[in-house]
């Protein structure tokens, strides 16, 4: 069974740029969730679709960040304009039937 | 108050010796509770996870629960050097599957 997989793996951009990225969950995984982490903190969610459905965005920054997931498959976080402070590993994760959560590799976003 | 209590570490155990990792949560209404191993710059991983009170062991590893002190550990019997890695607490309130993490507590198992 494939894993979550997330690209780019890197970027670097300077603030007030944009960035992607993207997401695709286990196959037949109806949630899918995308978590910001921290150097040194644990993972924050920042939000949960249910197929393509919203059910938690209430740590996203709407004012900067969006998200969507077209069809209920594969999804994209977007960051417009970055800041410095966005540096952090982006996590995306999918749940099936059960309560487990399994995480794609992340992408790691440095803003300089 | 945090939601998620976890000692950062580093917690430094000798290889073959009991590596004990603990954990304090605030949300009564936590139902379940996860224990993720995550590796130097790498996605987070599942340990194990537990629902009720008491102990459960699978190999090397025992998850402990007491919800009365709102309490979860994580014990690794005969700590192995690959063992190292930075061990996040996490619980979910089951109305959404929604994860909350700790900071994480670095393991170092040395030789």
């Known amino acids: 069974e494939a894993g979550v997989a997330q690209s780019p793996r890197y970027k670097i951009i300077e603030k007030r740029q944009s960035v992607a990225f993207w997401c695709n969950p286990i196959?037949?995984?109806?949630?899918l969730y995308w978590y910001q982490q921290i150097l040194g903190q644990g993972p924050k969610l920042l939000i949960q679709?249910?197929?393509?459905?919203?059910?938690?965005d209430s740590q996203l920054p709407k004012d900067r960040f969006s998200a969507e997931r077209l069809k209920g498959v594969d999804s994209t976080l977007k960051i417009q304009p970055a800041k410095l402070e966005d540096s952090a590993v982006y996590l995306c994760?999918?749940?099936?039937?059960?309560?487990?959560?399994?995480f794609g590799a992340g992408t790691r976003l440095s803003v300089l | 108050q945090k939601e998620v209590e976890q000692n950062s570490g580093p917690l430094s155990v000798p290889e073959g010796a009991i590596a004990s990792l603990n954990c304090t949560y605030s949300?009564?209404?936590?139902?379940?509770f996860f224990w993720y191993r995550q590796y130097s710059g790498k996605s987070p991983e599942l340990i194990m996870f537990?629902?009720?009170?008491g102990d459960k062991e699978d190999g090397r590893f025992t998850a402990q629960l007491n919800k009365a002190s709102q309490y979860v550990s994580l014990l690794i019997r005969d700590s192995q050097p690959s063992d190292s890695a930075t061990y996040l607490c996490?619980?979910?309130?089951?109305?959404?599957?929604?994860?909350?993490f700790g900071t994480g507590t670095r393991l170092q198992v040395t030789l």
């Open positions: 994760a999918s749940r099936g039937g059960g309560n487990i959560q399994y």
């Open positions: 196959s037949g995984h109806a949630t």
């Open positions: 679709f249910q197929n393509n459905g919203v059910v938690d």
């Open positions: 949300d009564r209404g936590s139902q379940s």
């Open positions: 537990i629902y009720s009170n």
């Open positions: 996490a619980f979910d309130t089951g109305t959404a599957s929604k994860l909350t």
